[in-house]
């Protein structure tokens, strides 16, 4: 996949841009979507499947204090982008500046000028071009006018509900990552890499692996989870707790997992956290002990949640 961060002149590098536009922030079933319709158009007429999307999220420019936290980090969007097919990924730099164009001139001047896309794809809802004044009515007004195709892409609706970035997030603070799962078409997870702790757990008889959280992403509510762990292309089953230790209490949030039946050294590795269920809340026991208990019953949760026994 090609990944630009400008749009000048590319459309003398690829030929007949079918283009998607939108955040895409965590790639749920509604993005998916929007994306299988642009590699349809795309394959239609022997375009180039692409998507354009901004970076930062443009609230974090606009209004700082309200820019929600990510659904995923812009190298697993990347990634996920790129799976699904699309062969040109343009990551516009958001700016004060561009926030000011008009949606005109981002018609005539970004999306025909400099792109010459054959087909344009977005979202029943989507915004764009100063104040969010443009709208898909107005990419249909122009499609004539600058010889595109325009597709809109209708709201997804899962047991009732229009899927939504916001809607998952609301999910994802309550700790429902099996809703969220549904909602997004994979498990949420969290990657990083694994820090030295306290190593406590391995004086309790489960050692952790420790992962900080990055505040600008989204992880769950605060409890135990059922996890699966990637590490270097293997899958483990294991048991996650997101919070701060209140039995030892602790004042930094973050996340440790055990892995059962692992007893490799992972100081120092990239890892992936796939959280499958919530277990319970986080909570303060009064010994050690209780915790030691309640730990062996997490774990026994876990497996059966991963339908292990």
């Known amino acids: 996949m090609y990944i630009y961060h400008h749009w000048r002149g590319l459309k003398d590098k690829h030929k007949k841009i079918v283009v998607g536009l939108g955040n895409f922030d965590g790639l749920h079933i509604g993005h998916q979507q929007l994306i299988s319709e642009i590699m349809a158009m795309a394959k239609e007429i022997g375009g180039t499947p692409t998507v354009f999307t901004f970076t930062p999220h443009p609230l974090a420019v606009l209004r ?3 820019c929600p936290q990510l659904l995923l980090s812009q190298e697993a969007k990347q990634r996920r982008i790129e799976s699904l097919g699309v062969e040109v990924l343009l990551l516009a730099p958001f700016d004060l500046e561009f926030a000011r164009i008009s949606p005109e001139y981002f018609i005539s001047n970004v999306l025909h000028q400099e792109l010459g896309v054959s087909g344009v794809v977005v979202g029943y809802n989507y915004t764009f071009g100063y104040r969010g004044q443009g709208t898909p009515a107005l990419l249909e007004e122009q499609a004539a006018r600058h010889n595109y195709r325009l597709r809109v892409v209708p709201p997804v609706v899962i047991d009732g ?12 603070y309550k700790g429902d990552v099996e809703n969220s799962a549904k909602f997004l078409g994979y498990y949420p997870f969290t990657e990083a890499q694994v820090v030295t702790g306290e190593r406590r757990g391995g004086t309790l008889g489960f050692p952790t692996a420790n992962l900080n959280i ?7 509510a605060n409890g135990v989870y059922a996890v699966h762990v990637d590490i270097a292309g293997e899958t483990y089953l294991g048991v996650a707790n997101i919070g701060v230790k209140p039995t030892f209490k602790g004042q930094v949030r973050n996340i440790e997992v055990h892995l059962l039946d692992f007893y490799q050294d992972l100081y120092g590795k990239n890892i992936r956290v796939k959280f499958i269920r919530r277990l319970r809340e986080e909570k303060r026991f009064d010994t050690t002990s209780d915790l030691v208990k309640q730990i062996k019953q997490d774990i026994v949760q876990a497996r059966l949640a991963a339908g292990c026994r």
């Open 64 to 66: 700082p204090d309200s």
């Open 161 to 172: 509900q229009v899927v939504s970035s916001s809607m998952i997030r609301e999910l994802m």
């Open 214 to 220: 990055d505040n600008n992403l989204l992880v769950p």
